[in-house]
Nanobody
Framework: HVQLVESGGDSVQAGGSLRLTCEVAGYLYGCMAWFRQAPGREREYVVSTYTGRGGTFYADSVQGRFTLSRESELVGAKNTLWLQMNDLKPEDTATCYC??????????????????WGQGTQVTVS
């Protein structure tokens, strides 16, 4: 079983920065990602990466502003993701969710392919 816990959400002014953290516990061989959901809108893909070697893929809306980094510990089966968000805009306001899945389709932006989710952390930009 895989458990995910997000933290780091806050309220900031436009142009500001935030760093979100996702702690992923459990054996996982596949993909980790961030999605976000604004009130009244569909859940939106933000970024994804592999648990092992492989690239990182960003949504066009955050490319150049958001940066994903990670650390993996084989002993204890733990991954930590950090999402650095710069030049935040009011349209970035959303609940941000960390997600994970087994498999290799890490370029996919489909939220319904992910079966492990965190509880979400709120990002508000005014």
């Amino acid at each position: 079983h895989v458990q995910l816990v997000e933290s780091g959400g806050d309220s900031v002014q436009a142009g500001g920065s935030l760093r979100l953290t996702c702690e992923v516990a459990g054996y996982l061989y596949g993909c980790m990602a961030w999605f976000r959901q604004a009130p009244g809108r569909e859940r939106e893909y933000v970024v994804s990466t592999y648990t092992g070697r492989g690239g990182t893929f960003y949504a066009d809306s955050v490319q150049g502003r958001f940066t994903l980094s990670r650390e993996s510990e084989l002993v204890g089966a733990k991954n930590t993701l950090w999402l650095q968000m710069n030049d935040l805009k009011p349209e970035d306001t959303a609940t941000c969710y960390c997600a994970a899945k087994n498999g290799h389709a890490c370029r996919s932006q489909r939220s319904d392919e992910y079966n492990f989710w965190g509880q979400g952390t709120q990002v508000t930009v005014s």
